[in-house]
């Protein structure tokens, strides 16, 4: 605080607030008042913006919080049967909140759903899907523009039933599958499962394929068609595994370009660990 | 190591044997060949597509 000069006044314990450079340094103060006020008005504009930015923020979050509490039952919900399924979904508004622990019957789960990459999605929102307890999936992916599904287990499926067919046809821009779980003996077909999964280039399996399986439109990677036939029942007998035949014989080319891999040592001895399977590339 | 017995389908021409398709089939040990016949591309296609239908009603 000082007494300052300015307009032939003299104004005493003024605060200063503005300097203008000029010669001999002699300096303009405005009156600490008009200051304040102009100061306090800008700084009431500023908190406004603030609370308002703040005040939206948490008000999305409100929203958020209250839509995915009821949703997901406050993370209790088991039930997620048809859920997800219709063109409403998307990657924009699915954000699950809660870990999707799926129990009892969980078909159509994302039927005809645009949402595309789930398994970033979920990796995002930091939580997991888990089909350990669904005792049916059928058509759970069926139609979806899903690109990326991560672990799907099928542990659960009622034996006998057709809960585990029809799970992801016409999931045209499916690429990979990170994991499919399936039990230790034969219990449930896979008909139709991979049916037009034109784009399904990665599929990694665990336990027993003990049903005829079909890939015909799959482009699968080496690595995808080496899973599945090393998964192939070693007791099982009348069953067929089918494989799209340009997807191996580029996967087991002699030669970049060849597609000569029905052909390749490799191929033949891969499925030579399998007589008993009858393995057609259509 | 036994050697497969492998069918091979004609040029425009598929593999069945009713439950089976494909056009290079690796069949499995105690399987004979005596059941496949073939069949057009043509009529493979309708046979998806009969098969598509289904899966969509």
């Known amino acids: ?282 | 190591m036994k050697q497969r017995v492998v069918l091979y389908a004609d040029q425009g021409k598929v593999l069945t044997n009713g439950s089976i398709y494909g056009k290079q089939i690796f069949l499995a040990d105690g399987e004979t060949a005596d059941k496949f016949t073939e069949i057009t591309e043509e009529q493979y296609e309708e046979i998806l597509q009969q098969e598509a239908d289904a899966m969509h009603e």
């Open chain 1, 1 to 282: 605080m000082a007494n300052v000069k300015l307009g032939g006044k003299t104004y005493e314990g003024v605060t200063a607030v503005k300097t203008d450079t000029t010669d001999g340094g002699t300096a303009e103060f405005a009156p600490y008042d008009e200051t304040f006020a102009a100061g306090k008005a800008e700084g009431i504009e500023e908190g406004y913006a603030n609370g308002k930015t703040d005040g939206i923020a948490e008000g999305i979050q409100a929203e958020y919080d209250r839509f995915w509490d009821a949703a997901q039952d406050f993370g209790k919900r088991r039930l997620y049967l048809r859920a997800f399924a219709s063109e409403l979904w998307t990657d924009e508004n699915f954000k699950p909140k809660y870990d999707l622990i799926c129990s009892g019957p969980t078909q159509n789960m994302f039927y005809y759903s645009q949402i595309t990459d789930l398994t970033g999605i979920l990796e995002r929102q930091n939580v997991v899907m888990d089909t350990s307890a669904a005792t049916g999936l059928y058509a759970a992916f069926h139609s979806s523009k899903i690109t990326r599904i991560p672990e799907i287990s099928l542990l659960g499926i009622t034996p006998g039933s057709n809960g585990a067919e029809a799970v992801f046809p016409y999931a045209t821009g499916l690429t990979e599958i990170s994991r499919i779980i399936l039990p230790d003996e034969y219990r449930f077909e896979l008909k139709e499962t991979f049916t037009q999964t034109t784009s399904l280039r990665t599929v990694n399996f665990e336990g027993v394929i003990g049903c005829d399986i079909n890939f015909k439109h799959s482009p699968l990677s080496a690595t995808s068609i080496n899973s599945v036939i090393t998964h192939l029942s070693g007791t099982a007998t009348g069953k067929t595994a089918t494989f799209m035949r340009s997807a191996v014989n580029k996967a087991f080319e002699t030669a970049e370009g060849s597609a000569d891999g029905s052909s390749s040592q490799a191929w033949l001895d891969l499925i030579a660990t399998k007589p008993n399977w009858t393995i057609s590339l259509a």
